[in-house]
């Protein structure tokens, strides 16, 4: 593994606790990097910072990312314990189960767009003005390939990534001028616990979707995502990045 230079950055992470988030928390601590993990599962969050403080300095906030005033606190929290805030991945999702656009409840449809993208829009709020401040900011948005080409029995989820596509680019534009990059990443699926919240059906169809036949590892889109995190990425913003095993190539 390369070592990404991100000396003394401080990362909020949402979502951290596990899967993608919790694997770009630990690439970023071996990188130099402080974070602040966000996440709704108090206990898991607990069992994450034990196993990543040993790497660097860690603080957690229980966070629900669909409220104004969590997310707030969250930010306000987190620039106390750290100094600052460099970097942010809004890393946090959920899936919302499968179903007929018809057939899904309007509640879950409803919560799946508020996780996905009413979270995102609302942490960016509360942190892209302290990084104006700083003249330095890298928001890093984890999108799906779903997003792009919009995956049966998914409206709720495809809808809420192709937004999150859209809120990156459009933010990318407003902060293109304040050295704060926004971009965004759009993986194939990664065998993480939101595979709990698929059908098995739906799971073998994104498999069979990928031409390297094989589901993305979190430690890859780590990878991508501490590149996207750093100063080494420097004139790429608005961007979607794939990471699909080929899956699509646009």
């Not at 899967?19 to 994450?48: K, N, T, Y």
């Not at 040993?54 to 603080?59: C, F």
């Not at 957690?60 to 707030?72: G, H, M, R």
């Amino acid at each position: 593994m390369n070592r990404l230079d991100l000396q003394d950055r401080i990362a909020v992470i949402t979502g951290g606790a596990r899967g993608i988030g919790f694997a770009a928390a630990q690439r970023m601590l071996q990188s130099g990097a402080g974070v602040a993990l966000w996440d709704i599962d108090a206990e898991r969050l607990a069992e994450a910072a034990a196993r990543l403080r040993p790497l660097g300095a860690v603080s957690t906030a229980v966070v629900e990312l669909t409220d104004e005033a969590s997310v707030t606190k969250a930010a306000a929290d987190a620039i106390a314990i750290h100094g600052k805030v460099d970097i942010l991945v809004n890393n946090a999702g959920i899936t919302g189960g499968n179903g007929k656009l018809w057939e899904l409840d309007p509640a879950t449809w409803r919560r799946v767009v508020d996780v996905n993208l009413v979270g995102p829009y609302l942490t960016c709020r509360a942190l892209v003005p302290q990084m104006i401040e700083l003249g330095y900011g890298r928001i890093v948005n984890i999108a799906s390939i779903a997003g792009k080409e919009g995956n049966p029995n998914a409206s709720h989820y495809s809808a809420s990534k192709a937004g999150l596509i859209g809120m990156t680019k459009s933010l990318a534009k407003e902060l293109a001028q304040a050295g704060i990059l926004v971009n965004c990443i759009t993986p194939a699926a990664a065998k993480t616990e939101i595979f709990d919240q698929m059908s098995q059906g739906h799971i073998d169809f994104m498999l069979s979707k990928i031409p390297m036949s094989r589901f993305l590892a979190v430690e890859e889109a780590a990878a991508m995502i501490g590149w996207l995190a750093s100063e080494d990425c420097a004139f790429s913003t608005g961007a979607v990045f794939d990471i699909s095993g080929g899956r699509a190539v646009y």
